[in-house]
C-alpha cells in the first residue's frame, strides 16, 4: 500500500504540480483537501474537486471554515482595526492558519504519513503552515516540492504540459488567493517596485458607475445587519463584497516585511473587510474614550503583526483578544456609506453610546457643562509644568 499524503490544495499552478509530483514522482497516495474560508461558491468548488480528479488524485474533500474563522479571528480584527502598515486588511495571513489547522486534522482523521503545500520558499506561507503542523502534528513530516526544487512558475507550468494538463496558462501567470476576508493578487508586476497590477489581474471587474448609500449595523462591534437586514455577521460580510466589488473598490498593493526578514509586494481586492473596517473605526470614535482608542490601537497593530508572522497558537493572543472584546461593549449602531467607483466614504452615524452629544455642547459652538472661567483655571493648571519649563530653562 502507498503512503498517503494530504496536499492542501487550492486548484492553482503551485498545487496542481503538487498534485501531480506527489503521485508520479513520490508514489504516494495522495488525498487532496480545499479549506473554504468563504471565497469560493459551490460552484466554484465543485470545479476545483473535477480539477483534482483530474490530476490524478485518490480522493478530494472540501473543508468549511468560513463560520470558524468569523468567531475566532476575523471579528478580533475588526475589533482591533487591523491593517498592516495601515493598507493591508491580513485577508490572506490570517486565513493561511484556519486551513493548516484544517488540514492538520484532517491529516491526523486520514491516517496520513505526510502533509504537503504548495508554497515557495521566498514568501510567509511556508513559515504559517510550517508552524502549525510542527506544533500540532510533529509525527506527520512535511513535503514542499515548490520550495525544495526552487521552481519557477515556467518550470511548473512545462511540468504540468508534459502530464497533458491543459488550463488557460496566461491566467495562471497570477496567483490568486480567496477568502472571504479579500483576495490577494501575485504577478510579475508584484516581484518589482513600480508597476501596478493590470486591470484584468484583478478578480472584480467595474460594473457600476453610479453610487449608492449603504448602511451597516454594528452590535457590540460585530457587523449583523446590512440595510436594516438582519443577516448575521459572515453574511453582512458576504454581501457587502458582492455589492462593493461591482464598483471595483477595495484595489490596492501592500509593501511590508515578511516572516523570513524580506520585503515583500502584493496586490490585493477586499472590499468588505476594508468598508467594515474603516466603518466600524468610525463607530468607535463615538463611542470609546481617547485612552480606550489609544491602547486598542496599540494592541491592534500587534495583534495584527504577531498574526501575520503565523503566531495564531502563541497563548498571548488570547490574552489580547479578551481586551479587544472587552472594549466592545458600547460599540453598537449604524454606520451610512456612500459607495463609489474604485472608492467609498464614510457618511456618519447613529448610536445610543455616541459621545458627541449636545448636551455637553457642541465642539466649536456652545458650552454646556462648564464656564470661561473654569476653562481659564483648567488651562492655567494644565499649562503648570512646561510654564515651570520654560522658567528654569529661560535660554530655550
Known amino acids: 500500500m502507498k503512503d498517503k499524503v494530504v496536499l492542501a490544495f487550492s486548484g492553482g499552478l503551485d498545487t496542481s504540480y503538487c498534485a501531480i509530483y506527489l ?26 474537486e473535477n480539477k483534482a480528479y483530474s490530476l490524478g488524485v ?23 482595526n487591523v491593517l498592516r502598515n495601515n493598507t493591508y486588511p491580513l485577508s490572506v495571513s490570517a486565513e493561511r492558519m484556519f486551513q493548516a489547522l484544517a488540514i492538520v486534522q484532517y491529516a491526523k482523521e486520514v491516517g496520513a504519513k505526510y502533509i504537503a503545500h504548495g508554497s515557495t520558499g521566498a514568501g510567509n506561507d511556508q513559515v504559517r503552515f510550517d508552524l502549525v503542523f510542527q506544533i500540532l502534528a510533529p509525527e506527520i513530516q512535511i513535503i514542499t516540492p515548490i520550495r525544495d526544487k526552487k521552481l ?47 486591470e484584468e489581474a484583478y478578480p472584480s471587474q467595474l460594473k457600476r458607475t453610479d453610487s449608492q448609500e449603504i448602511e451597516i449595523t454594528f452590535e457590540k462591534g460585530e457587523p449583523v445587519a446590512l440595510n436594516g437586514k438582519l443577516l448575521g455577521s459572515v453574511a453582512v460580510i458576504q454581501e457587502l463584497a458582492k455589492t462593493a466589488s461591482e464598483y471595483a473598490i477595495g484595489r490596492d498593493i501592500h509593501i511590508g516585511d515578511t516572516i523570513i526578514g524580506i520585503k515583500g509586494r502584493v496586490g490585493f481586492e477586499a472590499p468588505a473587510s476594508l468598508i467594515t473596517i474603516k466603518a466600524h473605526h468610525a463607530l468607535e470614535k463615538h463611542t470609546l474614550t481617547k485612552w480606550q482608542m489609544y ?24 490574552n489580547v483578544e479578551t481586551f479587544l472584546e472587552d472594549t466592545q461593549k458600547n460599540v453598537s449602531g449604524k454606520v451610512k456609506v456612500k459607495l463609489m467607483p474604485y472608492r467609498f466614504e464614510i457618511q456618519g452615524i447613529e448610536s445610543p453610546h ?39 530653562n529661560n535660554s530655550q
Open 23 to 48: 503521485n508520479k514522482e513520490l508514489n504516494l497516495e495522495v488525498y487532496s483537501a480545499i479549506v473554504n474560508t468563504g471565497g469560493f461558491s459551490e460552484e466554484e468548488l465543485q470545479a476545483i
Open 58 to 80: 485518490s480522493k478530494h474533500v472540501s473543508l468549511d471554515q468560513t463560520q470558524y474563522y468569523y468567531d475566532k479571528c476575523i471579528r478580533y480584527m475588526i475589533f482591533g
Open 152 to 198: 519557477s512558475r515556467e518550470e511548473e507550468i512545462a511540468y504540468l504540459q508534459s502530464h497533458g494538463v491543459v488550463a488557460n496558462w496566461e491566467k495562471a501567470k497570477y496567483s490568486i488567493n480567496q477568502g472571504i476576508w479579500g483576495t490577494s493578487v501575485g504577478g510579475k508586476e508584484t516581484l518589482t517596485s513600480h508597476l501596478p497590477l493590470p
Open 295 to 318: 491602547w486598542k490601537e496599540q494592541l491592534g497593530n500587534w495583534y495584527g503583526m504577531l498574526l501575520h508572522e503565523g503566531q495564531y497558537l502563541e497563548p498571548v493572543m488570547r
Open 354 to 392: 455616541d459621545l458627541m452629544s449636545a448636551k455637553f455642547g457642541s465642539y466649536g459652538e456652545m458650552n454646556n457643562a462648564w464656564t470661561g472661567e473654569d476653562v481659564k483655571g483648567f488651562t492655567k493648571i494644565i499649562g503648570n509644568q512646561m510654564k515651570i519649563y520654560y522658567q528654569v
